[in-house]
């Protein structure tokens, strides 16, 4: 699980890579929940909020640019 600070020392481009990353293993999660048993059903929801903190921090980086690119 990524630490608000982690997240905000990452470039754009390494933020772009972990949200990918982070989407196929939840792809690859709920492709074993269908043919086996997955033993730690948490990390659904670690992986969610991973790939929710990487969004919230891309979504401030675009408002702060967009907010100087104005001033």
Same mark, same amino acid.
């Given at each position: 699980?990524?630490? &608000? ?14 949200? *990918? ?7 690859d999660?709920?492709?074993? &929940?269908v ?15 991973d790939?929710? *903190? ?9 408002i702060?640019?967009?907010?100087? &690119?104005? &001033?």
């Amino acid at each position: 699980m990524m630490k &608000a600070n982690e997240v905000h020392k990452l470039s754009d481009e390494e933020i772009t890579v972990e949200l *990918r990353r982070l989407h196929r293993k939840i792809f690859d999660l709920r492709t074993q &929940a269908v043919t086996e048993k997955i033993e730690d059903v948490t990390q659904f929801s670690k992986l969610r909020k991973d790939i929710a *903190r990487l969004n919230t921090e891309r979504s401030v980086r675009r408002i702060k640019s967009t907010q100087e &690119a104005s &001033a």
